[in-house]
């Protein structure tokens, strides 16, 4: 029994793209000024060509003028009971300047041509950096192997608490988001009881295989999966343009030998590869891979293909957020020139050691 939920846990890309507009270059205009130093809140600031340094506890961080004018925080340019924008960030001059620059309780003023007044935080400017968030991770893990992670001896969730105490739920979370791994015990062998310990995490996610499903080795789709052969390590639905974030198994009913669960730490691996192949690392980052399904069963005709790196990185950050490894339904490797594809198969062989 399984089920496949959406990914909500997994926090969102944060406002990328605008931040790296905020580059590092050494400023041309060189009229920097000092425009405030206040005891208060210890910042001083400095006018560069296309952009404010500002000097707030840490080091130096930079914004761009017309990231800045596009974060204005007044009401005619964001909605805050919304969070959402007001402002058309095409109307914006991409020559803006602002006139005046003053820090005053806290805050960074900046007064625009034409009069319009834009008020920021100092810690929300240092929260939103990208300075900050090039150092920081936006989901941390612990990495484990087989040693580490009964090292680590993780309690389980209890199922009659799980359903109704939200702090069992919340350390299941924590558990869940550190290691990738969680489990709920004594959930009772029904679709029914998986189904509502599932929802206790998140909404369902329809998929090809419907919300939740039931499969034994009967081979009644065609695939691997329903059948009685070992299947070594990989994700599932690797041919979903997104592929699932969290899947859900539970084993309804065993008899006789075999069927036991391989669980690998993909991170971990990953990780390892990083730092003994930087290069094929690289490779495992950049070039996109064909996933597909094809099934023509009775019931089910289907044919899926999702395209994307084995290892998906955060670039501002290097952090690894998405692995898509199966190399059961990788499909046939045409989306890069012969010579990365070599170092290809190679790096995914190194992955798999
Ligand atoms: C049976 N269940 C629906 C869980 C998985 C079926 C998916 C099989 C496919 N090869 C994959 O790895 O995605
Ligand atoms: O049953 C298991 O332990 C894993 C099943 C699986 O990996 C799959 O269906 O793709």
């Known amino acids: 029994m399984s089920v496949m939920l959406n990914r909500i846990l997994r926090p969102a890309l944060k406002q990328a793209q605008l931040l790296s507009a905020v580059k590092n270059k050494q400023p041309l205009w060189r009229h920097e000024t000092l425009v405030s130093a206040s005891s208060a809140c210890d910042a001083t600031i400095r006018s560069l ?4 340094e500002v000097n707030y506890g840490g080091a130096p961080m930079r914004f761009n003028y017309v990231w800045l004018r596009d974060h204005c925080r007044s009401d005619a340019s964001y909605n805050s009971s919304t969070n959402q924008r007001n402002l058309d960030t095409a109307s914006i001059d991409l020559s803006i300047r602002p006139d005046n620059t003053t820090v005053q309780d806290g805050h960074l003023v900046l007064i625009w041509p034409g009069g319009h007044v834009s008020k920021y935080s100092l810690s929300w400017l240092a929260e939103n950096s990208y300075e900050k968030n090039k150092q920081s991770t936006i989901q941390p893990r612990i990495l484990w192997n087989s ?9 389980s969730a209890k199922w009659e608490s799980f359903m109704s105490c939200d702090d069992e739920v919340k350390n299941f979370l924590q558990n869940y988001l550190l290691y990738g791994i969680a489990f709920v015990d004594d959930v009772p062998a029904t679709v029914e009881a998986t189904e509502a310990v599932t ?4 909404l369902i996610r329809e998929t090809t295989y419907g919300r939740m499903w039931c499969f034994t080795s009967d081979f009644s789709r065609g695939d691997s999966a329903y059948s009685q052969l070992g299947l070594d390590r990989h994700t599932d639905t690797s041919y979903f343009q997104e592929p699932c974030g969290i899947q ?22 990953a990780e390892k ?15 996109p891979i064909r996933h597909e399904y094809i099934e023509k069963s009775e019931n089910h005709h289907n044919h899926m293909t999702g395209i994307g790196p084995v290892l998906n990185v955060y670039p501002w950050n290097d952090e690894m957020y998405l692995i898509r490894y199966n190399n059961y339904d990788r499909s ?14 190679r790096g995914t062989s190194r992955a798999d050691k």
């Open 49 to 52: 060509e296309d952009c404010l």
């Open 147 to 155: 040693d580490t992670y009964k090292k680590a001896n993780i309690p």
């Open 199 to 202: 929802q206790r995490v998140s």
């Open 248 to 269: 859900v198994f539970h084993c309804l009913k065993h008899e006789g030998t075999g069927g036991r669960t391989l669980l690998v730490d993909g991170f971990y691996a």
């Open 273 to 287: 590869v990083r730092q003994q192949s930087p290069e094929n690392f690289e490779l495992l980052a950049k070039v």
């Open 332 to 345: 046939v490797i045409n989306t890069s020139a012969p010579r990365p594809c070599s170092t290809m198969v």
